[in-house]
Structure formats: C-alpha cells, structure tokens
C-alpha cells in the first residue's frame, strides 16, 4: 500500500462520516480502519472503487459491504448486482438465521451458559428464540444503536464473558467475531485454560483472533447453512418454482426452506408472495428440479408448481 492510496482511501472515509445523509458511524469508521491496516494489499482496489462510484450513496453501499457477509456470500455464489466498475458482486438481498448460526457454532454441543448478542437484535420470527429455550437458556442481548456507544456495549460483552471464564470450570469459549476489540477476552480464557473457537467471515476477522485462538472457523465454509437470499425476482434467477397449500405452507417460518437447500447444498434464495405461497428462485432447472423432488418427498401435504421460465436480460451497474 503506497501512503498516497492509504491516504485517500482515510481521508474519504473520513470524509463519509460528516456528510448530511446515511453517514458512516463512528463504529463503521473505526471497522473500516481496522480492516484496511489487515489487509494492505486491498487498499489500491479500495480507492479505484471509491474513485469510480458515481455518488456517495454508492461509496457508502461499497464500504459497508466490506464488512459483513453480504460481500462474502455475493462472491461465492456470484450472486446480486454486479458492478462493473468494482469487478465484485454484493448480495444486498442477504439474510442470516442466528439460530441456524448457532446450531452451525455448536455442531452437536450443549450451550454451558446464556448466549450473548450484541448488535442487531435478531427478528422475532428468528429460530434463534426457539433454539435457545429448547436448551432452557435465555438470550441476552445488548442493543447496539445511536443512543447506545459502542464502548459502552463492548464493555458489557466483556464482562458478561469474563463473569463466564472466571466463575465456570474451563471449556470451550466460542466468539463469534471478527473484531479484534476481543482479543483481551481471548487471551485471558486462554490464561485460564479455556480453549477458545472464534467463528467470523475470512475476510472481516482480526489476525489477533486468527493467530491466539485455540481454533478458528471461516464462516465462509458453512454460510449455505444458515444465510439465504429474501427477494422477488432476483436478477438471473430465471426458474420458479411456487409452494402452496394452505395453512401448512402459511405456518412455515423459513426453516422448512433452508432445511431443504441445505441438505442439497444449494443457496437458497425465496419469497413469499402470500402468507400462503411461497416462491422459490434458481438460476438453472437442474436444481429447480432437485428441490422440487425432496419437497414433494419431504412434504407430500403440499403443492409444488413449476412456474414459466421468465424471459429477461441480466444487466449489471456501470
């Protein structure tokens, strides 16, 4: 990275954290500036990007996508809008399950203590709720908002986790994070005998955690799993197939659906154009072909229509 690169590349994210409309937060800036030390080499695509985007809208929508895993998912499964200008794809349609997350985190293992969320409190219809009474836990979550500071809500986390290290016998201490903020709670569990997991996205994870965790995971190898795709048609998802049949597919929260993409290693990408029909999109009949199969194999009590191919050209942002 040349002082110049890095120099433009700050001053513009500076710059995106005054402006009048949807701008950068102080946690977003100091996220970004945490990414662009780790990953040096990135910094020259970082500015050609910056420099080529036609308005700050399209700026910020580039760098908040750096951080989270709709850069990551849109990459591997080269899905959502291209641009050409930046060369990438970023799925803006991206949608996470945390109970599926969680279920991915524990593979099989029962939860010692509470869970703690910290950031955006999952949505009600989220399986995270229901997993987590079925192991007679609670979920605490500290909200993450403009009224509540960053510092104040990562001091929490760190001592709700260290209340865990310091009064329990040693086991697994899982994070599931990429920001480097934690590495003090890691290396204490670390001092305490505990082993210590830490699940995040390749791309966004802080080389402390990487390098003094007992084990890191990339949610990358495991993102079919628990994050799908929410949206009415979807560019280059030209094959739909439509479920219905009354309150069997009306009382579906999502998990029925990811159920089946994953046990056929497909992405999922789905909406539901009533409370009772839901449309499923694929870029290929093949796989159309599959899902149409385990459904009507799974769930003989409903219906499965292969809808007319949609005829259209793909187009991508200049």
Known sequence: MSSTEGDYVYQEVNRLSIIDNEKLTGVEVV???????????????????????????????????????????????????????????????????????????????????NPIIVGSRPPPNDSLWDRIESQGYDVVVFDRNIENKENKVDMELGASAMDVIWTRDPGIFVLVSGDGDYFPVVKRALNHNWKVETWFWRSGVSGDLTEYSSSFYPLDNYYKYFTYAYGQDPVGKNHILEITDGETVGNWKGEEVMDCFFSLQLFGWWYRKERQIIYLYFDNKSNLKKVKNWMEFKHSDIKVWEMPEIKRRSWVVG
Do not use: C, W
């Not at 970082?46 to 990551?72: A, C, H, Q």
């Not at 050409?84 to 949608?95: A, F, G, I, P």
């Open 31 to 113: 996220k970004l500036f945490k990414y662009f030390t780790k990953n040096p080499n990135e910094t020259a695509e970082v500015e050609k990007s910056l420099r080529r985007s036609p308005n700050d809208e399209i700026r910020l929508m580039y760098l908040r996508e750096l951080l989270n895993g709709k850069f990551t998912v849109g990459r591997l499964e080269s899905a959502g809008t291209f641009d050409q200008q930046r060369n990438s794809h970023y799925l803006n349609q991206l949608h996470i399950d945390h109970g599926r997350l969680l279920s991915a985190v524990l593979n099989g293992r029962q939860m010692g203590s």
